[in-house]
């Protein structure tokens, strides 16, 4: 099993310009999350799902959007992306079993890099 | 004031040192998590506990609840062990959003 993937796992961008990061799990999870990471900071939450067919706004959910395209695949899109978006940007899923409340352990991928001039 | 707070932020110790991370939190919780950050970036969920005390090779979490307070041990550290330690609280009335430390660099000398 390759557990939660994410593609690219380095972009650049230039301001104003957009793109989708891409997040799978095979684990047969029901809740999964996207997340940014940046430098002296804790995670922060951008966007999570608890279900298949759900999505929700976490704390930092301004300039993305997200699209549960099935139970495996959760995507994260910049519109328009601007400096400030840059970060590293982490997917995580959990089992779910207890309606995705953050009790549960969350499995995370490898993060991508990404970097807006 | 973070509601969830780590310390040492940095801390260097030298190969087999017995290691301790602390985590204070002024929120009720449901459970805390601690967390491993690879110096290649990659984060690995380490335990989730409620009460008491878990154990899994040389990694102790304890948890003490009437102080808000947990502590993540390594005994006999090695360098390998050196990454970025987090805790973060799935807190009672949070709606799928754990509150994050800003995490502990520890780095083992050989």
């Known amino acids: 099993n390759a557990g939660v993937t994410q593609t690219p796992k380095f972009q650049v961008l230039k301001t104003g310009q957009s793109m989708t990061l891409q997040c799978a799990q095979d684990?047969?999870?029901?809740?999964m999350y996207w997340y940014r990471q940046d430098p002296g900071m804790g995670l922060r939450l951008i966007y999570y799902?608890?279900?298949?067919?759900?999505?929700d706004k976490g704390e930092v959910p301004n300039g993305y959007n997200v699209s549960r395209l099935n139970k495996r695949e959760f995507s994260l899109r910049l519109e328009s992306a601007a400096p400030s978006q840059t970060s590293v940007y982490f997917c995580?899923?959990?089992?779910?079993?207890?309606?995705?409340?953050?009790?549960?352990?969350?499995?995370f991928g490898p993060g991508t890099r990404l970097l807006v001039l | 004031k973070n509601e969830v707070e780590q310390s040492p932020q940095n801390l260097t110790a030298q190969e087999g040192e017995f290691i301790t991370i602390n985590c204070s939190y002024s929120?009720?919780?449901?459970?805390l998590h601690w967390l491993q950050q690879h110096p290649g970036g990659g984060i690995v969920s380490l335990f989730m506990?409620?009460?008491?005390?878990k154990k899994h090779g040389r990694l102790i979490a304890t948890i003490n609840i009437q102080e808000k307070h947990s502590s993540l041990h390594i005994t006999a550290s090695h360098p390998r062990d050196s990454a970025v330690y987090i805790c973060?609280?799935?807190?009672?009335?949070?709606?799928?959003?754990?509150?994050w430390g800003a995490g502990t660099k520890l780095i083992i000398k050989p």
């Open positions: 799902s608890a279900s298949e067919g759900t999505t």
């Open positions: 995580a899923s959990s089992e779910g079993r207890w309606g995705g409340r953050p009790q549960e352990t969350q499995y």
């Open positions: 684990m047969n999870h029901n809740s």
């Open positions: 929120v009720g919780i449901s459970a």
């Open positions: 506990l409620s009460s008491g005390k």
């Open positions: 973060a609280a799935s807190t009672m009335d949070s709606n799928y959003q754990l509150i």
